[in-house]
């Protein structure tokens, strides 16, 4: 059976799927840039969030560029040890904007990377004690699942 829907359905269905990826985005890179923020204090104490905000923005697109440079690298010339080169490409380059960003050398940028990591460690670590695990982020993760399987459903794509 053959759904046709109007131009205006059509029109509905893309402004949700925008409107929902870019709210996943936004709290995305809210969370993710809490833990860097708590750690740059520690070695710069004239840090701020939109600071932060940008650093963890910047690093996530040149992080993608490498991927994506790295990725047709490989296809062309097919070398399987790319990966390993490109983490570590990747790990200066974020290192490089921490330095920057931040306004420390490369020991503190390192010592943000580490910082955060066990911030991150510690606020999971929590979330398990009080029962917050996988469940409850899948409760969280299922209508978003769902609504864009269905859609894509819908549209037969």
Same mark, same amino acid.
């Given at each position: $059976?053959?759904?046709?829907?109007?131009?205006?359905?059509?029109?509905?269905?893309?402004?949700?799927?925008?409107? *929902?990826?870019?709210? !996943?985005? $936004?709290?995305?890179?809210?969370?993710?840039?809490?833990? !860097?923020?708590?750690?740059?204090?520690?070695?710069? &104490?004239?840090?701020?969030?939109?600071?932060?905000?940008?650093?963890?923005?910047? +690093?996530? @697109?040149?992080?993608? =560029?490498?991927?994506?440079? &790295?990725?047709?690298?490989?296809?062309?010339?097919?070398?399987?040890?790319? /990966?390993?080169?490109? $983490?570590?490409?990747?790990?200066?380059?974020?290192?490089?904007?921490? *330095?920057?960003?931040? #306004?420390?050398?490369?020991?503190? +940028?390192?010592?943000?990377?580490? %910082?955060?990591?066990?911030?991150?460690?510690?606020?999971?670590?929590?979330?398990?004690?009080?029962? %917050?695990? =996988? /469940?409850?982020?899948?409760?969280? @993760?299922? /209508?978003?699942?769902?609504?864009? #399987? #269905?859609?894509? &459903?819908?549209? #037969?794509?």
């Amino acid at each position: $059976m053959i759904n046709y829907y109007k131009m205006s359905d059509l029109g509905t269905i893309i402004a949700q799927i925008g409107a *929902k990826s870019i709210l !996943i985005f $936004m709290l995305g890179w809210i969370i993710s840039s809490i833990p !860097i923020y708590l750690a740059a204090k520690v070695f710069n &104490s004239d840090v701020s969030f939109s600071r932060t905000l940008g650093a963890t923005l910047i +690093s996530g @697109i040149i992080v993608g =560029i490498i991927v994506i440079i &790295s990725f047709y690298i490989s296809k062309i010339y097919g070398v399987s040890l790319l /990966p390993i080169v490109e $983490m570590v490409i990747a790990f200066i380059a974020i290192l490089g904007v921490y *330095k920057s960003v931040f #306004n420390v050398g490369w020991g503190a +940028s390192f010592g943000i990377l580490v %910082i955060a990591a066990i911030i991150i460690i510690i606020f999971v670590l929590i979330l398990f004690i009080f029962g %917050i695990i =996988i /469940p409850y982020l899948q409760t969280f @993760i299922s /209508p978003v699942y769902s609504f864009f #399987n #269905n859609t894509f &459903s819908q549209l #037969n794509l």
